[in-house]
């Protein structure tokens, strides 16, 4: 697999250069960028739906009550938690443009309209190309649109909570989705598990067409615009979610009760060095190892849908716990080293199992090496942390 400059760097680059890699478009968000782009508002758009809350919704005694949850990880989920999220719906009369590269709302000239795409405000991630502000070709005319575009689109885990919340939120709006015609990336709509997931879930038949948006800007006379709470995932919107992903691919023969352990592949991002070792420790319990890279996406449904216990690294792949629901599994999930004290852990998928009803527990590697991109697990540690998990949930 070839790897763009940037990202072999991020891979072999002592630790805290990659971290000042991952904060160099903080740096231009808040220097250059401002000078070349106006962030604004659409002059004729009319807020269908709004709310905004911190993306934790539920009590905080599931956090400080589960003893599986080392204090350090709590303390940065509980950060993670705190951070606020907008849920909206914005309708846009009048011509408004979206952007190829990063589906950012645009105007004429250098135009950004921020209040559109409230995703795309964080400081690390991308504002469009700069040379849009003065060319804006090729165009596709289209007249009524639903712009799925999204900061956090190109990602497998990022389709359920960021796409299909979008539409479960619309749904539930009373949308007429008919009236539309559905906006996709073409990163997203060529995946694998765009292909299968727009094809057979049913919230996507419900609109009128779904255009993939490559390389050409799309001229819109009406657009909604939408932000759901992807990462509040004990939302009702989120539940929709989990009913429709269920839906395209009923599970319809007695659950299984595997025990996976969850690996990814050396190529990926957040690997551990050590985990063939791990794996050693859980083969006597009865686990298997899987690795869901090497899986069709109907595979990895069917795999986890008969999952009753799942250990894996922090990654996309642990949202396919989903499709276990209504049935019970566990979760013990395990978290990449923090880079720094500042840097909080994404507390999604406690958030899902909260969600779900499912038992959780986590632990947090070590930096392996300087000049390495994986981490290592303390063999120690994790028969001590998931010992005890174990201990309680196991059978």
């Given amino acids: 697999m070839s790897l763009s400059p940037y ?35 659409h002059p004729n758009e009319e807020r269908l739906s709004y709310e905004k809350r911190s993306t934790l919704n539920v009590p905080e005694s599931a956090l400080e009550q589960n003893p599986f949850i080392p204090t350090r990880i709590a303390a940065s989920y509980r950060q993670w ?56 070709t090729p165009m596709l005319r289209l007249g009524k649109v639903i712009s799925l575009r999204n900061a956090n689109e190109g990602g497998y885990s990022h389709f359920y909570t960021d796409l299909m919340a979008q539409m479960a939120l619309l749904m539930r709006a009373g949308i007429n989705l008919r009236d539309y015609s559905l906006v996709v990336a073409k990163k997203v709509a060529e995946s694998a598990y765009g292909r299968y997931l727009l094809a057979h879930v049913p919230m996507f038949q419900q609109v009128a067409n779904i255009v993939v948006q490559g390389d050409e800007f799309i001229a819109c006379e009406e657009a909604l615009f939408v932000n759901a709470f992807g990462n509040s995932t004990n939302s009702e919107v989120f539940l929709d979610v989990v009913e429709q992903a269920k839906a395209a691919h009923p599970i319809t023969v007695p659950r299984g009760q595997r025990k996976i352990f969850l690996v990814r592949g050396k190529h990926r991002r957040r690997t551990m060095s050590n985990s063939d070792e791990i794996f050693e420790i859980l083969k006597p319990k009865g686990f298997e190892s899987v690795d869901a890279d090497l899986l069709s996406l109907s595979e990895q449904i069917e795999t986890f849908a008969h999952a009753r216990h799942v250990v894996g690294i922090h990654g996309a792949g642990l949202i396919n716990i989903l499709y276990r629901h209504p049935e019970h599994c566990s979760l013990f999930e395990i978290a990449e080293p923090m880079v720094r004290e500042a840097h909080s852990l994404n507390g999604q998928y406690h958030n899902l199992t909260v969600a779900l009803g499912f038992d959780y527990g986590t632990t947090m590697g070590q930096v392996a090496e300087v000049h390495d991109s994986r981490f290592y697990l303390p063999p120690q540690q994790f028969e001590a942390d998931f010992g005890a998990f174990w201990g309680r949930f196991g059978s």
């Fill in 7 to 41: 990202k072999l760097a991020r891979k072999v680059l002592p630790k805290p250069v990659q971290a000042w890699l991952g904060n160099r478009n903080k740096v231009k968000r808040a220097t250059l960028d401002p000078l070349l782009f106006r962030f604004t508002s």
């Fill in 81 to 136: 938690y705190r951070s606020e999220q907008i849920q909206q719906i914005v309708r846009v009369r009048g011509e408004v443009l979206i952007e190829p590269t990063t589906g950012w709302p645009m105007g004429a000239g250098n135009a950004l309209y921020s209040s559109l795409f409230p995703s795309g405000l964080s400081p690390f991630l991308p504002v469009p190309r700069y040379q849009t502000i003065w060319c804006k």
